[in-house]
Each structure stands twice: as structure tokens, then as C-alpha cells.
């Protein structure tokens, strides 16, 4: 043997040689190193594969394993959980390891407890193209200094980012978010057949009571996917511009004091807050339509700098930009990279919001 491997012609590895020769490539290294012909009479080690191990489980005790864990009271549980149930009735047939080993070999070693199928979540699409079309809202929690979470309700309009309504609470339910849906519409009706308010699925966005209210006043319920965090993009974005503000408190004292600086942040981000995504104007500008008459100031002081020094303007004379002319969630994009409106939008996505009676007029 050790003069079949000295011999080897050099296109042949030793570890093909190995292979060839049922051997453990440690054997063959400990054969060249000892050289003689007492290495031609040591025994060579086998490689691992081949090696029988004397303490393995028989052919029929393998089989008798793997014929328990297909039993209809043991198929559906992990290879641990088999072992403790058969220790427990006084039956033991290898350790868990084995019974992994088996597995394997036979090709079963995935997951073998039930579960459920995939589930498959309509795509919220929502277009607005005027204030009062959608609104969005959500839920965050705000620390006080004694470690208790407050939770703060923020509606917001899609296409102006307004801030219809909001409000502070100890607790976190249905009713509360019912009343501030309410008041909220009954405090800016809109123009449209229909009003959407998209939500994600926390339990008081899913609530029977919310969603049946919401039927009654004619608004259309849209909620975002399960374990989705983009669904719901605008609201998360202004409570992430609300908590890096540089008065942001961080923890606050009670709810009074969240309520008095509520007041001051949402003062400021509705009528002071000259939002990029806007052009520049305040959410106020564009909710009541006052971003038209501003536009056009601006149209002239552009036009007044033109005048005085037309070279600074590389690119022609300057247009002072204007809000877009719709907002959406999860659009349609084309190869081309084209948003289109789809055929269907602003609908609702959730079951139970589709199972809603028509509002009777």
C-alpha cells in the first residue's frame, strides 16, 4: 500500500489515492513519514465513512427508529420532543443525535411540525391627488420618567402631510381610536364620495366596533401587510421627524406633559415646517390651497433675480417648484420607471374590513 501511494502518477492527488485505496489521508502521511517496511506492515486507518463504528445502531434497530418518529403520534414533533414523550412511557432507542442522523439519511430531516401556508396580502395602493382623499395614522409610544409608555394617535393627511388630529393616551384600544376617526371627519368633511383611512394592523385598527363605525360614516378601510414596515411610509416619517426634533423631550414627565408639548410640535409642523416633499411649502399651505398664491411670490422674485443677472441661471430662467400633483403608497412603476395609477386603489385590504356594510344614506 504505501508503495502503490510512493508510486502514484503525479496527476493523481493523495487524497484521490485515498479515496481509491479506503484510507485515511492521516495514514498515508504517518506511512511516508516512517518509510521501511514496518510501515508497509502498520495497519492503515480507514477513513471516516468507511471506519464501522461498533457502538452504531443495527440495520433493523435504524429502521425500527424511523418507523417510531413516522407514527402518526410522534411525526409531527422534532427529534427531541420524540425523545422526551418515548423517555416519559419508559421507552428509550437512541439519543436525539441519532435520531437526527436517521433522519437525515432518510431524507426527512426538515421541519415536520404542521404549519401554515403562506398567506397571501392584497398590496395597499392608495393615490391622493387633493387633501381630504387619504389620511394615514398610527400609534407610538412615548417613555415617561417613570418607565411607563404612553401612546400618542397621529392622523395625518396623505397629500399635504396636515396633521388632522391627534391625541395622547394611558392605554392603546379601539374606542379611543374610533372617537378620534370621528371627530376627525366630522371635523373636515370631505369632498370626495369616499374618504380612505390607511392604518397598519395593530388591535385597534382591526377591531370589529372601529371597523364598524368606519362603515357607517362612509370611510373606506385600508390596512398595510402583515410584517410589512413600508405600508405605511408618511406616518412613520413624521414620527421620525417629530422625535429628532431638537426640543424633543425624550422622556416625558405625564400625559399633561406630552399633551402641552404636543401642542407646541404640531403647531409648528403644520404651519412652520416648509416640508421637502411639499416644495417647500408648509402642510397648512397645501391643505387649504394657500401654496397658490405663495407659489406665484416666489414666481416673482425668481423672475426679478433672473432679470438682474441671467447668467447665474445656467439653465434657463427659473420656475418655482409646486407640490406633486399626487401622492401615493406602494405605486405602480413601469420598466421605464413611469408611476401609473393602477386600476383599482384606495380599497380595502383586510377581510374583515370587506365584510363592512354599505353605508345606508
Not at 440495520?59 to 422526551?84: G, R
Not at 385597534?204 to 413600508?230: C, F, K, Q
Not at 399626487?326 to 413611469?338: D, M, Y
Request: proline share 8%; charged share 25%.
Amino acid at each position: 500500500m504505501r508503495l502503490a501511494l510512493h508510486e502514484r502518477p503525479p496527476s493523481i492527488s493523495i487524497r484521490l489515492a485515498c479515496e481509491v485505496l479506503g484510507i485515511s489521508k492521516s495514514s498515508a502521511y504517518a506511512m511516508q513519514r516512517k518509510g521501511g517496511t514496518h510501515s508497509c506492515a502498520m495497519r492503515p486507518n480507514l477513513s471516516r465513512k468507511d471506519a464501522p463504528q461498533p457502538r452504531a445502531l443495527s440495520k433493523e434497530e435504524s429502521e425500527h427508529v424511523l418507523t417510531t418518529l413516522n407514527k402518526p403520534e410522534y411525526q409531527d414533533m422534532t427529534p427531541y420532543a420524540a425523545f422526551m414523550t418515548l423517555l416519559t412511557i419508559g421507552t428509550f432507542l437512541c439519543s436525539v443525535s441519532t435520531m437526527h442522523r436517521i433522519l437525515r439519511r432518510a431524507k426527512q430531516s426538515g421541519e415536520r411540525r404542521c404549519q401554515r401556508p403562506p398567506q397571501h396580502h392584497a398590496i395597499p395602493r392608495l393615490w391622493a391627488r387633493a387633501p381630504n382623499e387619504v389620511w394615514t395614522w398610527d400609534i407610538t409610544k412615548l417613555r415617561t420618567v417613570d418607565g411607563i409608555y404612553l401612546s400618542l394617535y397621529v392622523v395625518l393627511d396623505l397629500y399635504s402631510r396636515y396633521v388632522v388630529a391627534w391625541m395622547v393616551s394611558i392605554k392603546e384600544n379601539s374606542a379611543l381610536a374610533t372617537q378620534l376617526i370621528e371627530e376627525a371627519c366630522a371635523r373636515y368633511p370631505s369632498a370626495s364620495a369616499k374618504r380612505v383611512v390607511h392604518q397598519d394592523r395593530g388591535t385597534p385598527m382591526t377591531a370589529r366596533g372601529y371597523l364598524d363605525v368606519g362603515a357607517e360614516i362612509g370611510v373606506t378601510m385600508s390596512h398595510s401587510r402583515p410584517r410589512v414596515s413600508n405600508d405605511n411610509p408618511h406616518s412613520e416619517s413624521h414620527f421620525r421627524t417629530m422625535k429628532y426634533r431638537p426640543d424633543f423631550p425624550g422622556l416625558f414627565e405625564n400625559v399633561e406633559h406630552v399633551r402641552t408639548w404636543g401642542e407646541g410640535h404640531f403647531q409648528w409642523h403644520n404651519f412652520q415646517h416648509c416640508h421637502s416633499s411639499l416644495a417647500g411649502f408648509t402642510p397648512e399651505q397645501v391643505f387649504t390651497g394657500g401654496f397658490e398664491k405663495i407659489a406665484v411670490e416666489r414666481q416673482s422674485a425668481l423672475d426679478k433675480a433672473f432679470a438682474v443677472a441671467p447668467e447665474r441661471f445656467v439653465n434657463g430662467p427659473p420656475k418655482a417648484k409646486r407640490p406633486p400633483p399626487f401622492v401615493a403608497i406602494n405605486p405602480v412603476v413601469t420598466e421605464e420607471g413611469e408611476i401609473v395609477k393602477p386600476d383599482q386603489v384606495n380599497f380595502p385590504t383586510l377581510t374583515a374590513a370587506k365584510e363592512r356594510p354599505p353605508k345606508l344614506s
